[in-house]
């Protein structure tokens, strides 16, 4: 069987199969008979007599599916032989992986998945034998190494699928089409979140969104939703997992939209922009800064790109990491009291002239608000500020690198577009 090109493909599945047939974060041979998520008022519930399947047993299935969707989900099917198929699911085809292979074959045989409560679009159920509270379905019914003509005699790995679930994926009215391509390239918990995202990603819209609640709830979600065993106690554990998992999916040029993760008031929600919409229309990182920043940023453009026409556009045109580029050049001064005092002083004779000259912007004091004076930071090891901070020693206290003041202002938290 030669390799096909699936670059282009999407497999249909159904919004039932997208509460995850996988468990992630099994270590070594930690062996997991029955995994049990909330949905709803309902259940979904995975067993198995010999394990429930892992995210790699899961992409065996993705796989298989695609084939038998290729044959207008075809029951029966020959995909080749173990070395090939390890090949097709870009694993290095030596024994250890060919016997693990053969294993997940024996989980995908073994495993049953049960909705109480739950099953969505129960009108399918009339293409198998269901009862509306309870549907429990297998997913593979047999497989087996079948020998072929050819030299050595290899053998072809041959699987019957349980009939009521290609009747599930052929007759489903309630489905999502998800790119296959990056599939296989994903880590565990960057699958897992790929495959949840599905089912609150608007291909049409090319936007999606959904709350998951405080710290607490954000672990609850993280167990829940995609299938991990994990102990997780604080949001911290499960922040750094997700955050190394959207910056894969990101980075990935097959996953068709970006993901973040944001918090707002102590809340945390999960945000997806389809990729080629993922503009600076949406967006723009310049914009979200502070006024005397951008017009600390625009001034040190005019000053080190002199050739650029539009600073303007310039900035507006920067990722966040050109951006940070600059922000790292800046230094801001936070006067939180005296301000009037301050501004009167440097109006003040030619002594402090040079201090305001060298200013690259200003914000006066607004009720509530802090005033703000923002300068290179080069100047600092220049000398330009000594003579300011002779008459005024206390506003050192007050000194910041922009990134840090802007980050405590959770301007730059969580960007990844």
């Known amino acids: 069987m030669k390799s096909q090109d699936t670059g282009c493909a999407k497999i249909k599945v159904d919004f039932n199969l997208l509460l995850g047939i996988w468990v992630i974060e099994k270590k070594g041979k930690q062996v997991i008979h029955k995994f049990e998520k909330e949905v709803g008022d309902g259940k979904f519930i995975i067993y198995n007599a010999l394990d429930v399947p892992s995210v790699l047993d899961n992409k065996v299935l ?38 693990r292979l053969k294993r997940a074959l024996d989980i995908l045989v073994n495993t049953r998945i049960k909705f ?45 699928f349980n009939d009521n679930f290609i009747a599930l994926c052929k007759h489903s009215l309630g489905y999502k089409l998800i790119p296959y391509a990056p599939i296989q390239g994903l880590r565990d918990t960057a699958y897992a979140l790929y495959k949840w995202a599905y089912r609150w990603y608007d291909s049409e819209k090319g936007y999606g969104e959904r709350w998951i609640g405080n710290g607490q709830s954000l672990v609850k979600w993280y167990k829940n939703e995609l299938n991990s065993i994990a102990q997780y106690k604080y949001p911290s554990e499960i922040l750094r997992r997700l955050k190394s998992a959207i910056e894969q999916l990101n ?54 790109k002199k050739d650029i026409k539009s600073p303007y556009a310039y900035a507006r045109s920067m990722s966040w990491k050109e951006l940070e ?93």
């Not at 997913?139 to 079948?146: A, K, V």
């Not at 707002?264 to 005397?292: A, H, M, Q, S, W």
């Open 62 to 99: 993705d796989f298989l599916m695609l084939k038998s969707q290729e044959q207008n989900w075809q029951k029966e099917l020959s995909v080749g032989s173990l070395r090939q198929l390890a090949k097709e699911l870009h694993i290095t085809p030596n024994n250890k992986q060919i016997n």
């Open 116 to 160: 109480v409560n739950c099953f969505i679009d129960t009108g399918v159920l009339k293409y198998f034998k269901g009862r509306v509270n309870t549907v429990d379905i297998g997913i593979l019914s047999d497989y087996g190494l079948i020998p072929t003509k050819g030299r050595g005699n290899p053998l072809t790995v041959k699987v019957i």
């Open 251 to 304: 980075k990935n040029k097959e996953v068709p939209f970006c993901v973040r993760i944001k918090e707002e008031n102590g809340n945390y929600k999960i945000e997806l922009y389809r990729k080629e919409k993922v503009t600076l229309k949406r967006e723009i990182p310049f914009d979200t800064l502070p006024f005397p920043v951008r017009k600390a940023i625009i001034k040190l453009i005019e000053t080190k």
């Open 325 to 417: 580029a600059y922000l790292n050049k800046l230094l801001i001064l936070d006067i939180t009291e005296g301000w009037e005092f301050v501004k009167q002083v440097l109006e003040w004779g030619n002594e402090f002239k040079t201090f305001e000259s060298e200013t690259l912007a200003i914000e006066e004091k607004k009720e509530g608000e802090s005033a703000v004076v923002v300068f290179e930071k080069s100047r600092l090891n220049k000398g330009y500020l000594a003579t300011f901070f002779k008459a005024f020693p206390n506003l050192k206290t007050f000194l910041y690198p922009v990134t840090d003041w802007i980050r405590g202002e959770k301007v730059l938290q969580d960007a990844t577009i």
